[in-house]
């Protein structure tokens, strides 16, 4: 009877110890890619930022078709450094929440004095402001739909930006107490490790496996598009990135899965 | 001092390898299956969620398109950004290719599909939109109640017939309502036509399924 506790004690450790070790693995990649700004931030690389220009200016040219204006005040206006800088805030909102809007009153600025110098150019005198100042604005308005700081998803953007800080936060705490319990767990059971871990971490990797592949079929995330096919390339970026990671931790945990399984054989001994 | 099934031997250690794979699989479904009793149903609503803003970006043919008139689905979807159909409204003397994603590219030459939306025969929302220049949806405003629009796609030849027109901001989502009941066509374009620059509203019609579609 003693013993058949003992079997239903052990199994029930290592069942426990196995959801442990997967959630303190997948929070922790988490938390260290697809929650950090710095990583989005570095894997956003020049080719982006460049397509990103040319979807904006060419989604800016559509729009003025009609307008007379030449299409060159847009090139002239909207630089790379522009869509690095307005990429830099938008992830700012995101991440920290503190922010609240783009920054672009100065790019306005520059808009309206370039408008103001081609008409000037063509001899057209402006005669009503307002005229001039709605046209800013509708281009500027394109420019920040297409950081989706429109009005259709700049609430969004402004709810990911609240809830995201807070979930950092929830899971720093989560995270540490993970950690100090699987550490605790490491210690106390030092001398039985090798008879024990190997499930948990066999366990990890096929739940890992398994359930990014279920996500990549029944969502096709990896094909996910919204905004404009910059935007769209960036998320997928990200995405297919913290996938690769948790993939790559999960054949580790099978290779260890084994190796511990090996090992475990031999320590074990009565007397 | 070992017993025979605890001597560290090959043969032991190769057991003891099966034993924890076998216990770790069946954890693994028992993990599962507590998911799926627990939360299985808000994680197939997300997971369907994002997977109707998901497209396929290979480019290449659509040789794999085919559609199922049974189950009114298709197999596969036309690659993102190719050509999949022509949109066709005699009334107002519109002929456009319809191109399946509604970014900068697609727009510049035809009508865009909105990637959110069924495509047609699948018996949901369409929603089509084409600049408001000439030879695009210049027109589309004098579209009328009762005009009929055929959509000739590479798997087989749709009519609708408009029903209403009205005038929305593109900011309400719901006079763009994404639903599967009813095969609901709506083609859209930024209105007034002749506005210079980037406006709010947009001209909207909605046409109903009529008939079979010919494949």
Same mark, same amino acid.
């Given at each position: *009877?003693?013993?058949?506790?003992?079997?239903?004690?052990?199994?029930?450790?290592?069942?426990?110890? =196995?959801?442990?070790?997967?959630?303190?693995?997948?929070?922790?990649?988490?938390?260290?890619?697809?929650?950090?700004?710095?990583?989005?931030?570095?894997?956003?690389?020049?080719?982006?930022?460049?397509?990103?220009?040319?979807?904006?200016?060419?989604?800016?040219?559509?729009? *003025?078709? =009609?307008?007379?204006?030449?299409?060159?005040?847009?090139?002239?206006?909207?630089?790379?450094?522009?869509?690095?800088?307005?990429?830099?805030?938008?992830?700012?909102?995101?991440?920290?929440?503190?922010?609240?809007?783009?920054?672009?009153?100065?790019?306005?600025?520059?808009?309206?004095?370039?408008?103001?110098?081609?008409?000037?150019?063509?001899?057209?005198?402006?005669?009503?402001?307002?005229?001039?100042?709605?046209?800013?604005?509708?281009?500027?308005?394109?420019?920040?739909?297409?950081?989706?700081?429109?009005?259709?998803?700049?609430?969004?953007?402004?709810?990911?930006?609240?809830?995201?800080?807070?979930?950092?936060?929830?899971?720093?705490?989560?995270?540490?107490?993970?950690?100090?319990?699987?550490?605790?767990?490491?210690?106390?059971?030092?001398?039985?490790?090798?008879?024990?871990?190997?499930?948990?971490?066999?366990?990890?990797?096929?739940?890992?496996?398994?359930?990014?592949?279920?996500?990549?079929?029944?969502?096709?995330?990896?094909?996910?598009?919204?905004?404009?096919?910059?935007?769209?390339?960036?998320?997928?970026?990200?995405?297919?990135?913290?996938?690769?990671?948790?993939?790559?931790?999960?054949?580790?945990?099978?290779?260890?899965?084994?190796?511990?399984?090996?090992?475990?054989?031999?320590?074990?001994?009565?007397? | /001092?070992?017993?025979?099934?605890?001597?560290?031997?090959?043969?032991?250690?190769?057991?003891?390898?099966?034993?924890?794979?076998?216990?770790?699989?069946?954890?693994?479904?028992?993990?599962?299956?507590?998911?799926?009793?627990?939360? !299985?149903?808000?994680?197939?609503?997300?997971?369907? /969620?994002?997977?109707?803003?998901?497209? !396929?970006?290979?480019?290449?043919?659509?040789?794999?398109?085919?559609?199922?008139?049974?189950?009114?689905?298709?197999?596969?979807?036309?690659?993102?950004?190719?050509?999949?159909?022509?949109?066709?409204?005699?009334?107002?003397?519109?002929?456009?290719?319809?191109?399946?994603?509604?970014?900068?590219?697609?727009?510049?030459?035809?009508?865009?599909?909105?990637?959110?939306?069924?495509?047609?025969?699948?018996?949901?929302?369409?929603?089509?939109?084409?600049?408001?220049?000439?030879? &695009?949806?210049?027109?589309?405003?004098?579209?009328?109640?009762?005009?009929?629009?055929?959509?000739?796609?590479?798997?087989? +030849?749709?009519?609708?017939?408009?029903? %209403?027109?009205?005038?929305?901001?593109?900011?309400?989502?719901? %006079?763009?309502?994404?639903?599967?009941?009813?095969?609901?066509? /709506? &083609?859209? +374009?930024?209105?007034?036509?002749?506005?210079?620059?980037?406006?709010?509203?947009?001209?909207?019609?909605?046409?109903?399924?009529?008939?079979?579609?010919?494949?």
């Amino acid at each position: *009877m003693l013993n058949k506790i003992k079997l239903l004690g052990h199994y029930l450790e290592i069942f426990f110890l =196995s959801i442990l070790v997967f959630l303190f693995t997948s929070l922790l990649v988490c938390k260290m890619t697809i929650l950090k700004e710095e990583y989005t931030y570095q894997k956003i690389s020049e080719k982006q930022y460049q397509e990103g220009l040319e979807d904006i200016q060419e989604k800016m040219k559509n729009s *003025m078709i =009609s307008s007379g204006i030449n299409k060159k005040v847009i090139t002239d206006t909207f630089t790379i450094q522009d869509i690095k800088k307005s990429t830099k805030e938008l992830l700012d909102i995101l991440y920290q929440g503190k922010k609240k809007e783009l920054e672009l009153q100065q790019l306005e600025e520059k808009l309206r004095e370039n408008i103001t110098k081609d008409l000037a150019e063509k001899n057209f005198i402006i005669e009503q402001e307002k005229g001039l100042d709605d046209f800013v604005n509708s281009i500027m308005q394109i420019y920040k739909d297409e950081f989706a700081m429109g009005k259709l998803f700049s609430p969004i953007i402004l709810k990911i930006g609240n809830i995201i800080p807070k979930i950092n936060n929830y899971l720093n705490s989560i995270i540490i107490g993970l950690g100090i319990l699987l550490g605790l767990w490491l210690f106390l059971r030092r001398k039985k490790i090798f008879l024990k871990i190997s499930v948990p971490l066999l366990t990890t990797s096929f739940l890992l496996l398994f359930g990014t592949y279920y996500i990549k079929v029944n969502s096709g995330i990896e094909s996910f598009t919204i905004i404009n096919t910059s935007f769209s390339k960036v998320i997928r970026l990200i995405i297919s990135s913290t996938f690769e990671i948790l993939q790559i931790i999960s054949y580790i945990y099978l290779f260890l899965g084994f190796i511990f399984a090996f090992l475990s054989k031999k320590n074990k001994k009565t007397n | /001092m070992y017993t025979e099934s605890e001597k560290p031997n090959s043969k032991n250690r190769i057991k003891a390898i099966i034993k924890n794979l076998i216990i770790a699989f069946f954890f693994t479904s028992f993990i599962i299956f507590l998911l799926t009793l627990g939360v !299985g149903d808000k994680i197939d609503k997300y997971l369907s /969620m994002i997977n109707t803003l998901s497209v !396929g970006n290979e480019i290449g043919s659509n040789d794999n398109v085919r559609f199922d008139s049974i189950k009114k689905k298709l197999t596969s979807r036309p690659s993102w950004g190719s050509r999949y159909a022509t949109l066709k409204i005699p009334s107002i003397e519109v002929e456009l290719p319809v191109y399946h994603g509604d970014f900068p590219e697609q727009l510049k030459d035809g009508a865009g599909h909105y990637a959110g939306s069924y495509f047609p025969g699948e018996g949901g929302s369409i929603i089509l939109a084409a600049h408001n220049s000439h030879g &695009l949806f210049y027109n589309l405003p004098q579209i009328k109640i009762g005009d009929q629009a055929t959509i000739e796609t590479i798997y087989g +030849t749709f009519t609708y017939e408009v029903y %209403k027109t009205d005038i929305v901001d593109y900011r309400d989502n719901s %006079k763009f309502p994404i639903q599967e009941e009813e095969e609901i066509l /709506m &083609l859209y +374009t930024c209105y007034p036509v002749d506005n210079v620059w980037y406006v709010d509203d947009r001209f909207v019609a909605y046409l109903k399924l009529v008939g079979d579609f010919v494949e």
